[in-house]
Structures are given as C-alpha cells and as structure tokens.
C-alpha cells in the first residue's frame, strides 16, 4: 500500500541513502547513492564539479531516487522530477547533511575538511512519487 504525505515527508526526513539515477548522453543509465537533505517539499543534493551525475544532469535534468529504509517493515519512495543545478559554495548545507549522516564527531570534521569547497547544489522538485510499505501488503 501506498505511504500517506506525512509518512513520505517523515521518511524523506530521515538520513537514509538516496539512490539518484541521471542519463548521460549516450544513454546509459547511471545510479549511485547520495545524500540529500529534504525540506518545503524539494530535495537537495550536492555533487562534485566533475561527477558524472553532474555531467549527465547538465545534458538531461531528468531524474529519479529511490530511498528506502533497511529494516523491517520496508518502504521505499521513488521520485521522478527534473534538476536544478547551481555551482557555488553551501558550508552549512554540507555541515548538516555530514552531521546527519555520520554523526556530530565525524560529521563535522569531514565537513571542516571541505569547508569553502565549490561544488554542485541540485534541487529536485518532485513531478512524481510512487511508494509502498512492504509491512501493509498489496505492494508493487
């Protein structure tokens, strides 16, 4: 069964890892997990200048994430939308996502390390998403 709009956004909320898939411009489909940070609806993720999800989004914005959590009962959220991207400088975005991820200690030295770092900020407004929650039945 379906996940409501508030178990979305809860779950969007969580520190889960995000599995963004983009197109390059051959046409081979790229996936690979990425943090994110949700909020207002949007999801945000930062990339590298010369990642190949950055080269593959400047050539074709669509794209789709899937984040699920890891432990009984699963659910799982997939997005479709199109990508926003800017290049620039986000310290306290970095710092939040780090320390949600990998905890004050760690996060915050990591994010230390890269501190005035330019990078990629894409924003995803999702068009689509589909979910279910294995723990109800009746799923895809």
């Known amino acids: 069964m379906p996940l409501s709009k508030d178990e979305i956004d809860e779950l969007l909320r969580q520190p889960n890892i995000a599995i963004v898939a983009t197109v390059g411009a051959d046409g081979q489909p790229h996936a690979v997990p990425t ?7 949007e999801i945000v993720f ?6 190949r999800k950055y ?16 432990t009984p009962p ?8 199109r990508a926003v991207s800017e290049v620039g400088t986000d310290d306290d975005r970095r710092r939040r996502m780090a320390i949600n991820y990998l905890g004050e200690h760690v996060g915050s030295r990591y994010a230390d390390s890269l501190r005035g770092t330019r990078m990629v ?7 689509k998403i589909t979910s279910w929650d294995y ?6």
Not at 35 to 41: A, F, N, T
Not at 46 to 51: K, V
Not at 55 to 68: A, G, Q
């Open 46 to 51: 930062l990339t590298g200048l010369r990642s």
């Open 35 to 41: 943090w994110y940070e949700y909020g207002d609806g």
């Open 74 to 81: 699963y659910k799982a959220i997939v997005i479709y939308g």
């Open 55 to 70: 080269r593959n989004l400047r050539h074709n914005d669509r794209v789709s994430m899937c984040v699920d959590t890891k």
């Open 121 to 127: 900020i894409v924003r995803v407004k999702p068009d």
């Open 135 to 140: 723990g109800r039945g009746d799923n895809p």
